[in-house]
């Protein structure tokens, strides 16, 4: 009888333990690996393959207006830097990443995202020289995600305060994260978003805001974790999402805790 008790005991401290298991996504998609860059479709791909939650990209409009994958402010063409915002489309299109793709549109990342089974997409806005460029990028991205019915499996986050906001008023049902760290639980929740995405040295001064942002019902999502001992501190935090560019290593970590 007691036997039978512990048993069930055990199996419910494990079912709780479960319910606190962190989910992860692939910063800049799964790109550790062969025949894969940051980035690319190949990564995206690769992250869906590896049963995670998420995949993050990153997105900005080109000088005519064409939301553009890419993560740095600026691309290398014939050894040049040019900046993503002020270059056009047509010129952008000559640059390829490090698997040989050619630098993706956002159209053609959601058409590779349609046929994933897995993952989510994590979308980030990056924050251009106009609040005009910001909102007609969330507009265009918004639209495509709409128009391919994929609304239920995409998220947002950028570190712009205005871009998170102008996000959750055009879509007040996505989930909208914000990046930057500054803003507390408290605030976030005066603008209404789902919660922080904050990098992870943030938290080794503020572990308070995890409990403070799941007390207003909020998720808390960390960038980007590496190491083991930070992604093992992160966990016992009871973050909810761990960003990282070693998917695989934090699997392994969390099927050994
Ligand atoms: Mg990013």
Same mark, same amino acid.
């Given at each position: 009888?007691?036997?039978?008790?512990?048993?069930?005991?055990?199996?419910?401290?494990?079912?709780?333990?479960?319910?606190?298991?962190?989910?992860?996504?692939?910063?800049?998609?799964?790109?550790?690996?062969? $025949?894969?860059?940051?980035?690319? &479709?190949?990564?995206?791909?690769?992250?869906?393959?590896? *049963?995670? /939650? $998420?995949?993050?990209?990153?997105?900005?409009?080109?000088?005519?207006?064409?939301?553009?994958?890419?993560?740095?402010?600026?691309?290398?063409?014939?050894?040049?830097?040019?900046?993503?915002?002020?270059?056009?489309?047509?010129?952008?299109?000559?640059?390829?990443?490090?698997?040989?793709?050619?630098?993706?549109?956002?159209? !053609?990342?959601?058409?590779? /995202?349609?046929?994933? %089974?897995?993952?989510?997409? &994590?979308?980030?806005?990056?924050?251009?020289?106009?609040?005009?460029?910001?909102?007609?990028?969330?507009?265009?991205?918004? $639209?495509?995600?709409?128009?391919? $019915?994929?609304?239920? %499996?995409?998220?947002?986050?950028? /570190? *712009?305060?205005?871009?998170?906001?102008?996000?959750?008023?055009?879509?007040?049902?996505?989930?909208?994260?914000?990046?930057?760290?500054?803003?507390?639980p408290q605030v976030l929740a005066t603008m209404g978003l789902?919660? /922080?995405?904050?990098?992870?040295?943030?938290?080794?001064?503020?572990? !308070?805001?995890?409990?403070?942002?799941?007390?207003l *019902?909020q998720?808390?999502?960390?960038?980007?974790?590496?190491?083991? !001992?930070? &992604?093992?501190?992160?966990?016992?935090?009871?973050?909810?999402? &761990?960003?990282?560019?070693?998917?695989?290593?934090?699997? !392994?970590?969390?099927?050994?805790?």
């Open positions: 009888m007691i036997r039978k008790y512990l048993l069930l005991v055990s199996a419910l401290v494990l079912m709780l333990t479960n319910m606190h298991a962190q989910q992860i996504i692939a910063h800049r998609g799964y790109w550790k690996t062969d $025949g894969s860059a940051q980035n690319s &479709i190949a990564s995206l791909m690769k992250a869906d393959a590896i *049963g995670i /939650f $998420g995949s993050e990209v990153d997105v900005w409009l080109s000088s005519d207006d064409v939301p553009m994958i890419n993560h740095d402010a600026e691309v290398t063409l014939n050894g040049k830097k040019l900046s993503v915002q002020d270059t056009p489309f047509a010129t952008l299109r000559k640059v390829t990443l490090a698997n040989g793709e050619i630098l993706p549109t956002m159209e !053609e990342y959601l058409d590779a /995202f349609a046929r994933c %089974k897995n993952v989510k997409l &994590i979308i980030e806005f990056k924050v251009h020289n106009s609040k005009e460029k910001e909102n007609l990028l969330a507009e265009k991205v918004i $639209g495509m995600v709409r128009q391919r $019915g994929l609304q239920e %499996k995409v998220e947002y986050i950028s /570190f *712009g305060a205005h871009f998170v906001q102008q996000v959750k008023s055009m879509n007040p049902q996505a989930p909208v994260y914000y990046l930057n760290g500054d803003l507390s789902s919660g /922080f995405d904050y990098h992870f040295n943030v938290l080794y001064k503020r572990p !308070e805001w995890v409990r403070k942002a799941h007390e *019902g998720k808390v999502n960390v960038w980007t974790l590496n190491k083991p !001992e930070d &992604i093992r501190k992160m966990i016992d935090l009871k973050v909810d999402f &761990i960003t990282t560019d070693e998917p695989l290593l934090v699997k !392994e970590i969390l099927q050994k805790k």
